[in-house]
């Protein structure tokens, strides 16, 4: 799905970029997932990213999530993770 068509489908006007906040939303997920598994980072960096867990600006659609997690990897989510 391409970024203009993944806008339309989070009811964003087609010319909006929104990559920045796309952006921001993604690195906060990712910060959340790694704060919650402490077999994959140092309990250092698990604390801090922690504080994440309470700064959510909203819940974002796992398949909206997905599709950018896909975009960025260039390839699907199943075989990266």
Request: with cysteine; proline share 6%.
């Amino acid at each position: 799905m391409s970024s203009a068509k993944l806008r339309q489908a989070k009811g964003e006007p087609a010319g909006s970029q929104g990559t920045d906040s796309n952006s921001a939303r993604l690195h906060t997920r990712l910060g959340q997932l790694l704060s919650a598994r402490p077999d994959v980072c140092p309990s250092a960096y698990v604390a801090e990213l922690a504080s994440l867990q309470d700064k959510v600006a909203g819940p974002s659609p796992s398949s909206v999530v997905e599709t950018l997690l896909e975009q960025e990897l260039g390839e699907r989510c199943a075989r990266s993770f």
